[in-house]
């Protein structure tokens, strides 16, 4: 517990830590008018400021990050499509996503031809707005429901875009949870989508809960670093600003998609890592259905995290595949598409998943040669007083005399036994009370 | 054939080295009131002196061994249930199952009430004797067919244990068959059960055999170690007395009910090794049935010749897995529920596995480029010569003279050319006989 | 281009190198009487040397080599099976399969029963002539097709071969298309074999069809070393000559029954190669059927170039398999029995393996950290560009940015993107014009 670190007047829960209604903070965050740059940004992170510390970073435009340069800075204030009578048929105000992201300014009369070249739709979900970017092309847009376009027949509209692309910065949130030692955890989402609600205010949601739900715990043994960040660009950019620090990341995961009520997906790190085993054994026990999938170099920000010369040990979870739904990228992945339960399942098997990364010590047998006694130290007792759930069975008493040589850690131990952790960290927390084990520092 | 060792005139065969009759051996055995310590150990071990040679130790009540301390000697004169009147309904001399194992001696009345708490049975195999032991918890008890103990129905019976728990020590015996080199091939059986056949007679007369066979045998590359221990307490007691030498052994295995007539187990080191390898060639060649075992904490002795710091290279060879059969740990596993011919089917098995791990070489072609001319050293002649079971064939010859590069040993080549190890031994004779490959010592 | 090198007035095509008719070169060199040495081992170099530039080594009877020696030479002039009237039956002139090789100079009046013992028939196939050699045993013999043998019922014959078995030389045939590097990539045909078409004529043709088409491209970056071998000896002779430089070898192939038009058949190295993998990858990804053998000292010159203090990375292709197919060294296996069709697959599909093995290069990101921009490089443009068959698709380039660490190879790469090397090829190409990759020498 970080005592006097978030106790702030202005929290909604007046400073407790309260579980996060995740469910209400997302609706908060839906209507916001997010992009890679500018106040929507800002309005998200600051509306999770009242949940959680966070830091705010602003990085100019223009700024040399690796490969990239930080690109301006977008905002827009409103747009509209309407007939020559003023009649207004699309407005910015209804969905931000109407809009295609850094869309320069525009005011004008088009002719219907001349609009189609900047109309988006999608004739296969015809009630469906899709969600479109122009970040590195300078280019103008408005995406509608295709049954709406169909209507549009006029020969010409009355079209405007308020929006301004100009020199500005990059807007991220961080935080760490600090740990006892220099190593560290990375939560990584991204905050660059407008009205999206899997992809990804629910891995944002859910990453806000897990800083609430870790800062109410004794202090980790690894820090553990939240990062909200504009996809791409905004790992780039975090990545080149902490490249001295980088080998502290031992573990990390990119969330995504993690609202909806389909089977989970974890798609491994690039070089394979301690995660890769962590999460499959977290899933395989946690009674969910789930697919593990290879590293493939398209998907979020693991790509990054993943670059020959970075090569972090990141995986990514998700449980709808991005590119894959039918909702994805469109009006349809809204508020109804995301469940109070998913979320509630994602945050409590990230909990235990983090709980174990912490937990997955490496222990030596103290003086360890042959089985030690165990009737004298009363540890047949301690078992037998341990059956409920999560306790240690007499076999996993045996699995970890038998198997702490100082190499295998707690997790190579759980997945050697095929038992859950839980239960493998209980029989290894009796055998240390017991002063049969010593923790093994790398 | 080690001369003068064991040519004894109290030799049961008069000092010869006939095979041994198995089956009769294990019947002499089988009455014997063995335990963890005591008379009944030293009895066995005197009627196995009668066919191998053997040095019997005796390690004092008290002496540290790693976290252990060697138990009191428990040794027992009788024990008998009486009806009020003086008939007796329970004798340890019918069956040295009866009492609970180390039970503290008793004399008194006991209402049934307060026997029925010392009373152990089996309610779904009413006519049979279960095995109990209380080594390390003072107490005391009887065992008894559930259907004896449901026609006891007086109200108190005279109960008497004349046994003896008080300082002395614990009795192994060890004999050693000296190889050419200081390494060596270790065999454990376990010799603590009393009226049980498969667990472990079966490993004790299979063991000595083998002392019998290898003792006619020239003398081997390794050493061969046989140890009759008590288990858990006696391989710990082993292990600490023998702490500096435990790098000569190089393969061993622990025999456990290897009597009855199912299909073989066996059982992995805990770290993987050659005798695992040689183990599953030699039974998939045998024509017999079995199943192979990843390792786990729970068995026996390899658990604590597996255990951290000691991780010694031994596997299990079984036949039923202890606690999984039906006859386990009751009067059932008895003198009918062992075969002579299983006995034997064991006993060759380990006699093949055993010639295997000792002619298991690592050889490398003489000047070896390309593959020498096999004609002109009448080496076509010799293969058509040999074309009997065994012998090898032009086949094998061809994988021992592309094969042997020094780093691979005849194991390894026989499990590449998918070819039972005898027959690339026998090639491996010719090419060494024909000066073609040498021997490469590690 | 070597120019210069391969433009001599002798050319049958005049000098230039125009794709070489390969079934037509086949049929050309079907007749002659091959052996493992002589003569016609002699003409049939000449034959290929007026398509291909060669080097043809003489090496003196006696010659040590390794293990071996180099035999007399063989040559024959005729052989003929006459009735006692003088009517030719059998006739060394119809047929160069009719005398078993090495047989040594006859001339006499034999009874049937006594030229009995020097007659093979297949009973099996009684009108196939089979090919029999005697190389290292001094024997003389004829080969005919049954049904005739069966026929022959005469008292007495006069048999005659003209041969002669003397001092002389082993005589190969070599050729180096140099590389950028000293390393090589070997080539090996046999060439001991008379009238058999598809072994190894199949092999022999498409070899020089190799060396015609590698000569007409640009400097490759690895040496092409073809050669043109009688089996096992001549293959030994080549290693013992070349001791000094074996490791030049960086991968390899010994070609055999590549002309029928059955599915094509790997046989992997004997320690693991890159080969393997990419002989396996181009199959994949050819269409054509095939299947991967495991390695087995049985087969033709992969034994020399595998065995133990050589162990070169040389795998063998084939369609069919030697030994296992009906036409397998008999006169069934005749220029019917390979289609051109075949040897152009087999032509093209090696063509694409060697120019996958010259084109394997390992590439690291330049400075690279992260994913680059690509928008900016005007990589978005080049992939849309490309989409044809064997261009890079935009995923291509993710992974190729993502994997090009320094260590994996683009065939690594491939393998883990399941693309064929061609498109990971052509996204690395892009990358290395954008300077956004960088070879890696070893």
Known sequence: MLDGVFKTADS????????????????????????????????????????????????????????????REWNIRGATIKTLDGRVLVDFADSNLHVVGYSVPVRGTFTREQLAAHIHTLPDQPDAIPYRTSYYAENWGFCLPHSLWQTMQDEAY??????????????????????????????????????????????????????????????PRFGIR??????????ITWLAQNEDHLDRIVHGLVLTCIGDDGP?????????????????????????????????????????????????????????????FPEYH????????????????????????????????????VDGRGEPQLGRRGLYRAIAGQKEAGGASQMDLLWILNQCDGNRSLLDIAERAKAPFSRIRAAAELCLNAELITEVRP
Chains 1, 2, 3 share one sequence.
């Open 12 to 71: 909604e829960d007046g400073g407790t830590l309260l579980p996060l209604d995740m469910m209400s903070l997302l609706k908060t965050l839906f209507p916001l008018p997010r992009s890679l740059t500018g106040d929507g940004v800002r309005a998200t992170l600051q509306a999770l400021k009242k949940h959680i510390p966070l830091d705010i970073h602003e990085v100019a435009t223009g700024t040399k990050v690796f490969d990239w340069d930080v690109p």
């Open 158 to 219: 009355e079209v405007e875009i308020d929006s301004e692309l100009a020199d500005g910065a990059l807007t991220y949130g961080e935080f760490l949870i600090p740990g006892e030692t220099e190593q560290e955890i990375l939560i990584s989402v991204h905050i660059c989508h407008p009205s999206l609600a899997n992809d990804n205010l629910s891995g944002i949601t859910v990453a806000t809960a897990l800083v609430r739900h870790f800062l109410a715990q004794p202090k």
């Open 226 to 235: 939240f990062l909200f960040l504009p996809a791409t660009i905004g790992a």
């Open 264 to 324: 989970f997906h974890y798609k491994k790190t690039v070089n394979g890592a301690v995660v890769d085993l962590a999460t499959e054994h977290v899933l395989r026990h946690s009674g969910h259905a789930f697919e593990t999938l290879e590293f493939s170099p398209y998907g979020y920000d693991e790509r990054q995290y993943g670059s020959p010369g970075i090569a972090l040990p990141v995986g990514c979870l998700m449980r709808a595949i991005h590119g894959t």
């Open 330 to 365: 469109t009006s349809l992945d809204n508020c109804d598409f995301v469940t109070s339960e998913a979320l509630g399942q994602s945050f409590r098997l990230l909990v235990d998943l983090i709980d174990l990364l912490q937990r997955n010590v490496t222990y030596r047998r």
